[in-house]
């Protein structure tokens, strides 16, 4: 695969027909499924489970790199893919779970989160598209509806003890 040219790259740093930008609100797209918005970002689930629990926290506003955000923004981001993470930790008990921010496809700044299993090998690395992993209907569905109801309570429970 190479780098789009240069033009079409320019575009698409400045959101011109961002396809993250159009996708990542729309409750299922091409590639991943809605699961919650939160306050600087769309939680998404890739259709593609290679990795199990393998979620996408996208930036809500068009941006290419984390220095492109105000200081408000980027502590709401974190504290988006925190609690994402402390979600997914709690559903999936991992051994580790990896923060990566690629770009390399769309420049639209968005992090994935990677369980990893006491099975994994943590030398290897990451190929998310090495293999296609597609689930049944019902077991997209409940994967959502468990990482929204586990995001929801993390919420409310924060707001209880920081009111």
Known sequence: MQWKSP???EELKKGINCPMCLDFPLPENPFSFLVIELQQSFVRLPKNQYYRGW????LKKHANELFDLSDRQLLEYWQDVSLVAQALDQIYSPAKIDYCIFGHHCPHLHCHLFIQ???SDPSVPLKPDEKEVI???DEYVSMISLLRSSITNLQNAKKAKYP
């Open 135 to 137: 689930l049944t209907t």
């Open 7 to 9: 033009a079409r790259w």
């Open 55 to 58: 979620t996408i926290v996208g």
């Open 117 to 119: 299993s006491y099975q």
